[in-house]
């Protein structure tokens, strides 16, 4: 009976003389204390996806020490000497059944095993192998392929793909500043992201879905595999054997954190939105980048009857531009300057109490997300360019304008650095510009595809993006009024500003604004001499006007 090789490159023996019999001999004969030096033998899988020979020693020993507790937690519950789905999912996985189930059928599958548990080797190998993974695409075809069918030949669903992203926002949620949060327009959201990748398709291949997701939402994906590599590596942590001693295995120790062994560095890339006063707005409708918020101005309507077109269109204007799941997805699609997170700040006393737990939390989280400033709203601020541009300019830090027009388009605009009025076009590497509704699409990502113009004469007056200036991508007229796009036309209903630098960037603008204001002030108040006002020219127009006395009792 001969042995069935393994396609990972191992070799049979030390000699290539070596027969069957005489490695199963051998097998017999190595101790478990000399696994480190025995020779990789050929591999034999049986029905658990196992394999009868393996003499490797592991390179994950928190991967065997959470086999071992799986596989002692199917015995007590199945009399089962394996790792079943649900035991792994409910340990591993407390918080998210279905990506345990989702990953542990993958693991399964990869190990080509006929029964519905895994071996204890088979899942140590399979784990081993998940957690080597490095390469971006790999990684991003294995998700997607873990969220499909599982077959020869698959092809993934519409379905499939929006599993997997609800996946990745729940999971991105789950870890935001304040508590697990959800979004009234979540649905709209993923499905302007699968109807762009599918346009009309019933099914696709994973490798066209894996290139669709590198190029328009490239940063959405990874977070999931770190939080699943951190799971694997120290679940053995937290789930709590009835055979320990103690509970000590359990505790995660500053030096566990330091050596990185639980530290799973977790990207926190969704922005913490900063809310307008909720009081402003009528009917209780929450803020900008508010999740919650219902439908405001029918309080006193009658349940069931059908919204008119005055109501329809009054709930369509007080929705917020920018609810949470388009924060999500614009950070998972821009590049990483937009949302890119803040460093913890070291401690002022480096001798304080608390700086143990500091420094355990700056390992353990390592950075803070960013913050969305709103810096302009035009359903609060009013609308018009004088009304823009003072709300706009002088901040001198990435930012993002939103604009909502006609047949529920909504178009956004990136700009990595400080708008100013010029005849050049501007903007660094993150210059961008996408459709967000209502289907999902990166128009363009390069750049010096910037402009804005309102008073210089002699060239396009508004707002303009795209590299080309013969045919620009986006094109705002002077008085913010309408938007066209693909050579069509469409009445802009309003406009969305977000800040995306720190708080010094805005406090910096706000500065500015008062140095204006008080600039302004001061010289409406010069006081000038009688000889001053001798030459002045406004004492010649008023006396044009037949006006000779100037003084206020005259008047």
């Known amino acids: 009976m001969g042995n069935t090789h393994s396609g990972g490159g191992k070799g049979s023996g030390s000699s290539g003389t070596n027969s069957p019999s005489k490695s199963k001999a051998d097998g017999a004969q190595t101790q478990p204390?000399?696994?480190?030096?025995?020779?990789?033998?050929?591999?034999?899988?049986?029905?658990?996806?196992?394999?009868?020979?393996?003499?490797?020693?592991?390179q994950f020993q928190p991967v065997e020490k959470l086999g071992r507790i799986l596989v002692k937690k199917c015995d007590e519950q199945y009399g089962i000497q394996g790792i079943t789905g649900d035991v792994f999912a409910r340990y591993v996985f407390p918080k998210y059944p279905d990506l345990g189930l989702k990953l542990f059928r993958y693991l399964r599958f990869m190990s080509q095993a006929k029964t519905e548990h895994l071996g204890l080797v088979a899942f140590r190998q399979q784990c081993e192998k998940f957690l080597a993974l490095l390469d971006d695409s790999i990684i991003l075809e294995s998700y997607v392929r873990m969220f499909g069918e599982l077959s020869e030949g698959e092809l993934i669903k519409p379905?499939?793909?929006?599993?997997?992203?609800?996946?990745?926002?729940?999971?991105?949620?789950?870890?935001?500043s304040d508590g697990p949060q959800t979004c009234r327009l979540l649905n709209r959201t993923l499905d302007s992201v699968v109807q762009s990748c599918f346009f009309s398709k019933e099914s696709l291949s994973p490798g066209y879905i894996c290139r669709w997701l590198e190029n328009n939402v490239p940063r959405l994906v990874p977070p999931i595999h770190k939080y699943c590599v951190h799971a694997l590596s120290t679940s053995h942590r937290t789930i709590i054997d009835s055979s320990m001693a103690s509970n000590s295995e359990t505790v995660v120790t500053v030096s566990a954190i330091n050596a990185g062994e639980a530290s799973y560095g977790l990207e926190l890339q969704t922005p913490i939105l900063e809310k307008t006063n909720p009081f402003g707005k009528d009917g209780g409708v929450g803020g900008a980048g508010m999740p919650g918020g219902g439908a405001a101005g029918t309080?006193?309507?009658?349940?069931?009857?059908?919204?008119?077109?005055?109501?329809?269109?009054?709930?369509?204007?007080?929705?917020?531009?920018?609810p949470l799941s388009e924060a999500w997805l614009l950070a998972g699609s821009l590049p990483p300057l937009y949302s890119k997170p803040q460093p913890v700040p070291a401690p002022i006393n480096p001798h304080s109490a608390n700086l143990t737990s500091h420094v355990f939390?700056?390992?353990?989280?390592?950075?803070?997300?960013?913050?969305?400033?709103?810096?302009?709203?035009?359903?609060?601020?009013?609308?018009?360019?004088?009304?823009?541009?003072?709300?706009?300019?002088?901040?001198?830090?990435?930012?993002?304008?939103?604009?909502r027009c006609e047949d529920d388009l909504l178009f956004c605009v990136a700009n990595p650095n400080e708008w100013r009025e010029t005849h050049l076009y501007i903007g660094d590497e993150g210059a961008c510009c996408l459709q967000l509704l209502?289907?999902?699409?990166?128009?363009?990502?390069?750049?010096?595809?910037?402009?804005?113009?309102?008073?210089?004469?002699?060239?396009?007056?508004?707002?303009?993006?795209?590299?080309?200036?013969?045919?620009?991508?986006?094109?705002?007229?002077?008085?913010?009024?309408?938007?066209?796009?693909?050579?069509?036309?469409?009445r802009i209903l309003s406009i969305e500003v977000w800040g995306c630098g720190n708080q010094q960037l805005r406090d910096v603008q706000l500065d500015i604004k008062?140095?204006?204001?008080?600039e302004a002030e001061r010289q409406r108040t010069v006081k000038m001499t009688a000889a001053d006002w001798m030459d002045h020219p406004d004492r010649y127009l008023l006396e044009l006007g037949g006006r000779q006395n100037y003084n206020n009792s005259s008047t």
């Open 33 to 58: 204390g000399q696994q480190g030096a025995a020779v990789a033998r050929g591999m034999t899988r049986t029905a658990s996806g196992a394999d009868i020979q393996d003499r490797s020693q592991t």
């Open 159 to 176: 379905e499939n793909l929006k599993n997997l992203l609800r996946t990745c926002y729940n999971l991105a949620m789950a870890h935001y």
């Open 299 to 322: 309080g006193g309507r009658e349940p069931g009857k059908p919204l008119t077109d005055e109501e329809r269109e009054r709930l369509k204007n007080q929705q917020p531009l920018l």
């Open 361 to 403: 939390l700056a390992k353990l989280l390592s950075l803070v997300p960013s913050h969305w400033t709103s810096l302009y709203d035009s359903r609060l601020d009013g609308s018009g360019t004088n009304r823009f541009l003072h709300h706009v300019l002088g901040y001198r830090g990435p930012n993002l304008i939103l604009f």
């Open 438 to 490: 209502p289907k999902f699409q990166m128009l363009e990502k390069k750049p010096k595809s910037l402009y804005l113009n309102t008073h210089i004469r002699g060239y396009p007056k508004g707002l303009r993006t795209g590299s080309d200036p013969r045919k620009p991508i986006l094109t705002v007229d002077e008085h913010f009024e309408r938007l066209e796009y693909r050579s069509l036309q469409h």
């Open 514 to 518: 008062k140095w204006t204001i008080k």
